[in-house]
């Protein structure tokens, strides 16, 4: 008998985080499981939360050996207001990869297409199992 | 023979963050190993990062049970500006932990003491051993 995680929903009251340039900060585990933290875009669609980056780097490492992970969303009007959320990386993609850092791109930058570092792209699902807010 | 890790220096030019209302990210480890992510003040005093929460809180009691820890601290003035510490943990004391946060007080609210939920203070020594800086 499968035992399904389901997905605890993110406060209506929080989604405007993920309408504006609110950065995510991004707790991966390390080989040696200790935490490294960077800052991210961040998405929600729904369900899981969507984060974006490019094949080898670290934290790309980091999620597929180790799917737990943790973010902070905060309000970028007002440091004290924020989202945090724990739980598990239950996909780890690159189709459509690219197009959802273009969609990213347009919300963080106003460019219609991301522009950075070159590399594959990575698209990761966390499914919320823990999520607390403040502010 | 005791092997003494020595924490690496920060870098100067990105000093000014702690002089800044910079928020840290700090990344710690639940007793399932997950990691967790919340915003807190820093500081830091030449040598180690310093931190500042409350008793029985989350944090302390992962930091108290597992000492690694992570760090994003990013430039309130341009979020892709960041440094990035990972460490450990070497000392936990309210000693000096009252004074420590009415100083970061003064430092984030401009009023000269703490104002905030009740607890007893508490202030954690981070030793820097990989340190990684972005913008």
Not at 4 to 27: G, M, N, Q, T
Not at 73 to 83: E, F, M
Not at 100 to 119: E, F, N, S, W
């Amino acid at each position: 008998m499968a035992t399904e995680i389901r997905p605890v929903p993110l406060p209506e009251d929080y989604l405007d985080l993920f309408e504006k340039r609110s950065f995510a900060h991004l707790a991966t585990l390390m080989p040696s499981g200790s935490p490294q933290v960077t800052p991210v875009w961040v998405d929600y669609d729904g369900t899981h939360v969507l984060v974006n980056s490019a094949r080898g780097r670290q934290k790309d490492r980091n999620m597929r050996n180790r799917p737990q992970v943790a973010l902070c969303i905060a309000d970028p009007d007002n440091p004290y207001r924020y989202l945090a959320v724990r739980g598990t990386v239950v996909a780890v993609t690159e189709e459509g990869a690219t197009e959802h850092i273009d969609q990213l791109a347009g919300r963080y930058t106003g460019r219609a297409r991301y522009v950075g570092p070159p590399g594959r792209r990575v698209l990761y699902k966390v499914r919320p199992e823990r999520v607390s807010t403040m502010g």
